[in-house]
């Protein structure tokens, strides 16, 4: 056996029926009525020599930066590691409760949140006690999508690459880090409680008496197939996960052997540039709603608030037009780099960035927090998209300049050569 140790532990976050649940339109109201599949925080934890990883993987929507870089610092002082060493992630299901306070989207639950908040640090500490000597490889597979881009309304661009870091153990059993760029939005806006199409991809994993934890690719504009039908069915979760299953056993005939993998991680925090209306512009937007938004049930009570908000926030964000502390992050296990971005990425940033890497990639959304959608400048063209000026009216106040794909791909290509 090599030398690097693996453990993986988790923790269930399912909350109480009655809970509201995050995601889809404004003011939905939609509380938790049934539980499909638990929620849970997966941890694997990694060791080799003097460096160790911790990989954090959370069945919610998002989280702030905030609340993640206070659990990270918390995990850091408790396993004296550097804050970079520690990725936390969610993989966006739209089917959990609201811990990130997003306006219009769900309610926070402050028992929810503490509840997440022990979970991150129970799961770890069960990763760790669970470390054992263990062989890594790795895959990466191109396979028949499950997802479409919602933008375009076809195949192009996404990301048709699987991956999957697999640890095996002396007796046989496999820890699998898995990564699909889609969202998980299978179910619709129903009143049930499930971690979608990861949490069957996983569960299939446990199904042959192995562990899993699930990373969420660059999906910001990958739906589901099925979403074009409208709302999906447990089933339809289930046959996802057996696809998606099914080709990682198929391709671990071609998995590659990482001998001695050496660990490192690098994070940055930058700044993105933002598009700040004047106060006329905000009145304006607020007063004469496009009559695509007035269809929208409840927008004109989400647009008030968002107005109020930005007019009182005004001066501080003219003064300064940019949203700071963004964190970029890598982590490497020898040859492998894991890249995490806060935010919902659009696929033709993995796309790119993997023309530029020859060594394997896994691009993480969703990591070190949630600032909102992250598009492609040529998304700014269409001016009523709503990755580019709607969404980001309840992620933050005000959308992100076209210069955003440029600023963060050098970014991107700058850490991961470190």
């Known amino acids: ?75 850091a002082a408790r396993h004296n590691l550097p804050i970079s060493n520690i990725l936390l992630a969610c993989i966006h299901t739209h089917a959990g409760p609201a811990i990130h306070a997003l306006p219009g989207l769900g309610e926070v639950d402050p028992e929810c949140q503490a509840t997440v908040s ?30 479409y881009n919602r933008r375009k309304g076809g195949f192009a661009p996404i990301d048709p690459v699987l991956k999957a870091i697999i640890f095996t153990r002396q007796n046989g059993r496999k820890i699998y880090l898995v990564s699909y760029a889609c969202h998980p939005v299978v179910l619709g806006e129903v009143n049930m409680v499930s971690a979608d199409w990861p949490g069957a991809l996983i569960a299939r994993i446990e199904q042959d008496g192995h562990q899993g934890m699930f990373l969420q690719g660059f999906c910001g504009d990958v739906n589901p197939v099925s979403r074009r039908r409208g709302m999906g069915t447990v089933e ?16 671990q005939r071609w998995a ?26 905000i009145e304006s937007l607020r007063k004469n709603l496009p ?34 502390n963004v964190p970029v992050q890598a982590i490497s296990l020898g040859e492998i780099k894991i890249l995490g971005l806060p935010g919902e ?44 000026y709607q969404a980001p009216r309840f992620y933050g106040l005000f959308p ?8 963060l791909l050098r970014e991107c290509n700058r850490i991961l050569g470190c």
């Open 1 to 75: 056996m090599s030398d690097i140790q693996a453990g993986c532990g988790e923790a269930i976050i399912t909350p109480p029926l009655g809970v509201e649940l995050t995601g889809y339109g404004y003011y939905l109201e939609r509380k938790a009525e049934e539980v499909a599949d638990d929620l849970k925080v997966r941890a694997i934890y990694i060791r080799h020599e003097r460096e160790t990883v911790i990989l954090i993987s959370c069945d919610l929507l998002s989280l702030s930066v905030e609340f993640t870089d206070e659990r990270r610092k918390e995990l």
């Open 118 to 147: 022990r979970a991150i640090l129970e799961a770890v500490e069960s990763a760790q006690r669970d470390c054992r000597q263990a062989e890594m490889s790795y895959i990466h597979e191109m396979v028949t999508p499950i997802g």
């Open 236 to 251: 339809g979760l289930q046959l996802y996960g057996e696809i998606l299953y099914r080709h990682i056993v198929a391709a």
């Open 256 to 281: 590659v052997a990482v001998g001695t993998p050496q660990i490192k991680a690098v994070e940055n925090r930058v700044r993105l540039p933002l598009n700040v209306p004047s106060c006329e512009e």
């Open 291 to 324: 009559e695509y938004l007035r269809k929208v049930p409840l927008y004109d009570q989400f647009i008030d608030g968002w107005a109020d908000r930005a007019i009182e926030r005004h001066a501080e964000f003219r003064q300064e037009s940019f949203l700071s």
């Open 345 to 388: 990425v659009f696929s033709s940033y993995s796309l790119k960035l993997m023309e530029r890497k020859r060594s394997p990639l896994m691009t993480v959304g969703y990591a070190g927090g949630n600032v909102g959608y992250l598009p492609t400048s040529d998304a700014y063209d269409i001016d009523v998209d709503y990755a580019c």
């Open 400 to 407: 992100f300049a076209r210069e955003l794909e440029t600023i």
